[in-house]
T-cell receptor, first 107, second 119 residues
């Protein structure tokens, strides 16, 4: 099956700093999503991005499907950005997740 | 538009018991999939249903089963609970596009999860 690798596994940022999270996947995919898991466990949709670039406020994402990677950019980080970020690739009938990047933003 | 609803939110069960979890998808979504999240194994796929039929299944023992009803609501059941079944169980709902049984799932939307503790 498809393998999804995320890096880095852990990241500590000072408030206001920028960061880039990376997701590599092992095969061509139908689509790719980025999620933020809140402290209560819910997965919040950030981007649905099979290819190209999208932006939503301080967050943006780029997927280069031909090279099998996606990047999530967080600019001017805030403490509320803390949590776990998952990259997930969507096959025909299931979602395969990476291990996540645990982000801690400190004041 | 209502999101994905999972019930109950929390459960405590004893080893050997069985449990049933429920998931109501977004209106119009006919694909429902289930995932188990544990600290050691991360997020793992359990199974997916479309139009009341299981289309795909993950690598879990037969104690884990599911079904989908004609209104697309889905249930998963775990029998003979073990301590290792303690986890957050998440369900996702998706539109499925294309023709026939092999329709492709698009963006997945997740419920808030059911946190199961087995004691």
């Amino acid at each position: 099956g498809i393998q999804v690798e995320q890096s880095p596994p852990d990241l500590i940022l000072q408030e206001g700093a920028n960061s880039t999270l990376r997701c590599n996947f092992s095969d061509s995919v139908n689509n790719l999503q980025w999620f933020h898991q809140n402290p209560w466990g819910q997965l919040i949709n950030l981007f649905y991005i099979p290819s190209g670039t999208k932006q939503n406020g301080r967050l943006s994402a780029t997927t280069v499907a031909t090279e099998r990677y996606s990047l999530l950019y967080i600019s001017s980080s805030q403490t509320t950005d803390s949590g776990v970020y998952f990259c997930a690739v969507v096959g025909y009938q299931k979602v395969t997740f990476g291990i996540g990047t645990k982000l801690q933003v400190i004041p | 538009k209502a999101g994905v609803t999972q019930t109950p939110r929390y459960l405590i069960k004893t080893r050997g018991q069985q449990v049933t979890l429920s998931c109501s998808p977004i209106s119009g979504h006919r694909s429902v999939s289930w995932y188990q999240q544990t600290p050691g194994q991360g997020l793992q796929f359990l199974f997916e249903y479309f139009s009341e039929t299981q289309r795909n299944k993950g690598n879990f023992p037969g104690r884990f089963s599911g079904r989908q009803f004609s209104n697309s609501r889905s249930e998963m059941n775990v029998s003979t609970l073990e301590l290792g079944d303690s986890a957050l169980y998440l369900c996702a709902s998706s539109l499925a596009v294309g023709q026939g049984f092999d329709r492709l799932n698009t963006e997945a939307f997740f419920g808030q999860g059911t946190r199961l503790t087995v004691v």
